[in-house]
């Protein structure tokens, strides 16, 4: 299978498909293209940018690809071979290059329970801290900031019941993937 990833900037990360032969799982629907047959094309619209062919017994086809431009680098490859994936099986890999990351994900833990949790950021600029902050309001925890030192502007810290403090870990787990995460 030969996939482009068609980059589009916007406010959200798409997952890079998942590719099994001639099955191509995205955004999470299937497609599955077995019974194309070589020569042939099908039309099937968003987020396939282009007709799906297969020729010479391989599939071809261009998908759109968001990714979130608070994570990503302001210059991205012009190179179209940097997002065509030759491929067989397994996840296509992210093409876009990201941010260096200037925040700290800090999680405080005592007797085995989660007390805290230290966010070190830049100003909030980057929608994973905005994310973040927010859902630990949604769980009903205490927040509070003050001025970082030179390096981080803000230092937030969360404090709360565990349970409630677990949750909002595993949510930080999933936003921080790029970022550095200490514990």
């Not at 068609?6 to 997952?15: H, N």
């Not at 093409?95 to 966010?119: F, N, W, Y």
């Amino acid at each position: 299978m030969a996939i482009i990833l068609s980059p589009i900037a916007c406010g959200k990360d798409d997952e890079p498909p998942l590719i099994n032969d001639d099955v191509i799982t995205y955004r999470g629907k299937h497609y599955d293209f077995t019974k194309l047959v070589d020569d042939a094309e099908i039309e099937i619209g968003e987020p396939f940018l282009e007709p799906v062919t297969r020729r010479n017994g391989e599939i071809h086809c261009k998908l759109q690809y968001m990714y979130n431009w608070d994570t990503s680098e302001d210059y991205q490859s012009m190179d179209w071979s940097d997002y065509t994936f030759p491929f067989v099986s397994g996840r296509c890999p992210c093409p876009i290059k990201r941010r260096k990351t200037d925040s700290e994900l800090i999680p405080v833990a005592r007797d085995g329970q989660l007390e805290s949790i230290t966010l070190k950021t830049q100003p909030l600029t980057h929608t994973s801290a905005r994310d973040f902050l927010n859902s630990c309001a949604t769980q009903g925890l205490d927040i509070e900031w003050q001025e970082g030192d030179a390096w981080f502007n803000r230092i937030w810290t969360v404090t709360g019941p565990s349970d409630a403090l677990m949750t909002v870990a595993k949510k930080a787990r999933e936003l921080f993937s790029e970022w550095r995460f200490y514990g």
